[in-house]
């Protein structure tokens, strides 16, 4: 099981775009909010070099942005 972890805020529609597809799939994750969670917000920048959301981490691999066909690539499933 890869551990997956995704930086969102509550109005980004491509984080829910990837939370749904992570659920439609039943592929674990853990969500950081980082628009309330200024830790995680710092955490993120750290990877990712930017503020823009979703930033999705796959077993330490770094993704800005949410494409359905890599991330299902990335993570095993088919879409």
Not at 26 to 42: G, H, M, Q, S
Request: aromatic fraction near 8%; hydrophobic fraction near 35%; proline fraction near 3%.
């Amino acid at each position: 099981m890869k551990d997956i972890k995704i930086y969102s805020t509550p109005t980004c529609h491509f984080c829910k775009l990837a939370k749904e597809f992570m659920n439609s799939h039943n592929i674990k994750y853990t969500e950081y909010n980082v628009a309330t969670d200024l830790e995680k917000r710092k955490e993120m920048v750290e990877k990712s070099g930017q503020l823009g959301v979703p930033v999705i981490d796959i077993d330490g691999e770094i993704t800005v942005g949410f494409d359905e066909s890599e991330f299902a690539k990335a993570v095993g499933v088919s879409h």
